[in-house]
């Protein structure tokens, strides 16, 4: 008799489980604590990109939804070995050796991909937003390569439709909100009053970034200002019940995921906007340019690394300044580089000729500090080498590096906030 998977959740990691679940010839029933609607987790809210090790081009072509893409003739994707992503990933954990976790992580990311292109899960060269024109050539950079199409939402409807063609069976508006225990084994799960039995139970019900309380309870203070880019759904449930029934606590609980965003959106999540705009909240492109606080003093080398490695960070470094808020300010030299979420028709953003004038109009902030901040960096940018944006060219004011000049020339600041 085929044994009987519980999964809870309907996230990335969720749906992984149950289609791995399902090759092997167990019966898997997904519990879904959201509608059908705003099932998916945090997955939807993404870009649906993975980061994972290739040698070439040839790796990424079994992968493809559309390998017959003229632009790949001219696309230069270069590598991201097995060697740099393990030196990556040990540059975020503050002096810790990469954990078992994270080894795996690594050497299997690979196969991984290649393992879901078999259940038709399949991705497409992110060119809006890992790709500079060089040459005539399409110059992947940062080790970020592919992406679901229509993001997070489409990796999400791939990765459904697989568990369904498999045989699983979802169940929404089904909140799992006890686990069924005989001794130390868990034999199921509880949904409100019902009890529904399982030979294995796989929790897979996201973090906890949407409650409040959590957030300040294990990161801190700051956190309560946060604002949630994805589901309200997340509140720790899965973590909770584990550790009710005697599960240890593992993990950085204090850290996270903080992009920098608009000042001004929902508080949650924005599923109700079309395909491509669902993201136009998030504002990334400060490598392209300065980030000033209330005082109007930098607080981060904007240009230390590729976005990639820092856009995770910043948002927390935002959390950190007073009232908690940003401004990000912009040459006309680069506006056409900066990502379609700065020319969103909610996007909040002042503008003005000159430098003085700019620095009168950026709400709550100290203007004469701005303008010195803005000023004094000017003055100490080296532009004696061309701007690249496709390799970290060691341009910048001394001692850190920073990508370019701000320049007296048109300058569009936007208010950004950190959201988690």
């Known amino acids: 008799m085929p044994k009987s998977v519980i999964v809870v959740g ?35 809210y993404t870009a649906g990109a993975m980061r994972f090790a290739y040698q070439g081009k040839e790796d990424l072509m079994p992968l493809l939804r559309d390998p017959e893409d003229p632009r790949l003739d001219v696309t230069d994707f270069g590598s991201y070995t097995v060697e740099k992503f393990s030196e990556d990933l040990l540059g975020f954990n503050d002096g810790r050796p990469l954990s078992a976790e994270q080894q795996s992580l690594v050497t299997t990311s ?14 497409e060269p992110i060119y ?21 199409r229509n993001e997070g939402v489409g990796l999400f409807d791939m990765e459904l439709a697989a568990v369904r063609r498999l045989g699983g069976k979802v169940r929404f508006d089904s909140a799992v909100t006890g686990l069924l225990r005989e001794g130390d084994r868990v034999t199921g799960v509880k949904v409100g009053e019902e009890e529904i039995r399982a030979d294995a139970v796989i929790l897979a019900s996201g973090g906890f970034e949407a409650s409040e309380d959590l957030r300040v309870r294990h990161m801190g203070p700051n956190w309560k200002a946060a604002k949630v880019r994805g589901t309200p759904h997340n509140t720790g449930d899965g973590l909770t019940l584990a550790i009710e029934a005697g599960a240890e606590a593992y993990g950085l609980y204090s850290s996270g995921h903080a ?14 906007l079309p395909p491509g705009e669902r993201k136009n909240y998030r504002k990334i492109c400060y490598f392209l340019g300065v980030m000033v606080n209330a005082e109007g003093n930098r607080f981060v080398d904007e240009g230390a690394n590729f976005r990639n490695y820092t856009y995770a960070q910043y948002g927390a470094a935002i959390l ?22 700065y020319r969103f028709d909610d996007a909040h953003f002042v503008e003005a000729d000159t430098l003085e004038d700019l620095a009168t109009q950026m709400t709550g902030v100290d203007g004469a500090g701005a303008l010195a901040t803005l000023q004094s960096y000017n003055a100490a940018v080296d532009e004696t080498r061309p701007f690249d944006p496709t390799r970290l060219d060691g341009k910048g004011t001394l001692p850190s590096p920073c990508p370019n000049r701000i320049g007296p020339r048109r300058s569009t600041p936007r208010p950004s906030a950190p959201i988690r």
Not at 17 to 38: N, R, S
Not at 110 to 123: C, N, P, Q, R, S
Request: hydrophobic fraction near 45%; aromatic fraction near 10%.
């Open 10 to 44: 309907t996230g990335n990691a969720a749906l992984c489980a149950a289609i791995a679940a399902l090759e092997k010839g167990a019966q898997v029933l997904l519990l879904e604590k959201a509608d059908e609607a705003l099932a998916g987790g945090n997955t939807k």
């Open 110 to 123: 690979g196969e991984t991909m290649k393992w879901l292109a078999t259940h038709d899960v399949t991705f």
């Open 128 to 148: 809006s937003r890992q790709s500079f024109e060089k040459d005539g050539r399409h110059v992947f950079w940062g080790g970020l390569t592919l992406a679901a």
């Open 259 to 272: 992009t920098p965003m608009d000042l001004h959106m929902a508080d949650f999540g924005n599923l109700d």
């Open 320 to 341: 950190d300044q007073p009232g908690q808020f940003a401004w990000q300010v912009f040459d006309s030299k680069v506006f056409d580089l900066l990502y379609a979420e």
